[in-house]
């Protein structure tokens, strides 16, 4: 019998599917294997740090040195919601070096940030006795990874941002909170923080009253970590989101250069920790254990932090006001356009003004001329309705070597004066 049309249920459907984000990493596995002529400014690759991989090589070579550590982390399985030695000491860290009031009970490890927040959306909301109950995401655009991950049609629902326009060429999205409304049947919010794509860090103001609007109404506000506190820490200003029970964090090891050991940390009441590791057994029996192993001695300290903002977190910076300055000066007066404030993560994200061309259409011409960026229109789900503003966006990652950034913007703004006529 053929499987060449094999039939599926409408989970499998739902999730077998073309995605945005699968279209994303399909480019970037691509950009970085088969095609290196490919200028790839789409996917959230971390930038190759040689300090940050020193260390990680470093590591590598004692765990070799140290032939038990490295067979017991080979050898064996662990239990679903993480090492206990490795909670135990994650606990410690975050309680020692953020404050958090936490046990290992807080603690879940999971097999990447993606995978967790997969298990989350779909634990907490979907089909259940009362209803259908919707994760919230209150703070669009968010992020790609996301969209395709509910379970069931309807689970998500967005609010549309105030763009706040802080001069010619700059914006910054802000939470609309005339328009947020915790109705009975949001079972969470969730934000990612920097926000994947735009590099938005909530105002500590709008995080409080996120905090306190979901306290509440008890349900859960998740923080999704990713390039943020503790680590990598990529959060230009001086905010520092604060775990309190009730809440959900996901903090992964990806952006610390380590996307190859997929393994992130949950922070949440044990209930939900509880859950989270339960739902990893039918899933995946357990986690990968290098990861962990690699960054346990690293949790004794505050050597996590001071990589961080001693070494990422300025690497990020100067890349960011490089990719900056080669965009407004590659696009000029001619082009309307404007940046999100860079307040965190790696990208920039790009308003083209009135684009008269959908930027999914950039994106197929971009890639054409072998420059591959994301179309904003990804990062706008759980709407009734499209969003134009989306469609005239664009994410743009500068984590590669500065000439491969270089080029691309040029060629993206050399493209775009193509469309306007300019
Ligand atoms: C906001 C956000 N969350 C989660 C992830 C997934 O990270 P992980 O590698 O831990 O699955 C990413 C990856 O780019 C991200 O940008």
Known sequence: MSTSDPRFSDIGNRLAGPSGIQELMDDLGEALSVHPDMRMLGGGQPAAIPEVQAIWRQRMSDLLADGTA???????????????LFR??????????????????????MPSSQSACFLLFNLLA???????????????????????????????????????????????????????????????????????????????DEFSRLRDLARSHHIPFMLDNAYGH????????????????????????SKLGLPGVRTA????????????????????????NIGQALLLPLLANNQLLK????????FYKQRSDFAKDVLSSAL??????????????????LWLKNLPIPAAELYRRLKARKVLVIPGHYFSFGLDQPWKHADECLRLTYSQPQHIVQEGLEILADEVKRVLGV
């Not at 080979?74 to 679903?80: A, C, R, S, T, V």
């Open 70 to 84: 490295l067979d017991k982390a080979l050898l064996n399985y662990d239990p679903p919601g993480g090492n206990p």
């Open 88 to 109: 135990e000491a994650m606990a410690g860290f975050l309680k020692r070096e953020c404050g958090w009031d936490v046990t290992r009970e807080n603690i879940a490890v």
């Open 126 to 204: 979907g089909d259940s006795a009362t209803g259908k109950r919707r994760i919230l995401f209150p703070l669009l655009p968010e992020y790609i990874g996301y969209a395709n991950q509910a379970l069931c049609a309807g689970q998500f629902t967005a609010v549309l941002p105030r763009i706040e326009e802080r001069g010619e060429h700059e914006i910054k999205y802000r939470v609309d909170f005339d328009r947020l409304r915790i109705t009975p049947d949001i079972a969470a919010m969730c934000v990612s923080c920097p926000t994947n794509p735009t590099g938005n860090v909530l105002t500590p």
């Open 230 to 253: 503790p680590f990598p820490g990529v959060i230009h200003g001086g905010f520092r989101p604060a775990w309190e029970p009730g809440m959900i964090f996901s903090i992964s090891l």
């Open 265 to 288: 940390v949950v922070v949440a009441d044990p209930a939900i920790v509880k859950a989270l590791s339960n739902m990893n057994a039918i899933v995946s029996l357990a986690n990968g």
């Open 307 to 314: 990589i961080g903002s001693d070494v990422i977190r300025p």
């Open 332 to 349: 000029g007066d001619q082009v309307p356009w404007a940046l999100h404030a860079q307040e965190g993560a790696f990208f920039l994200w």
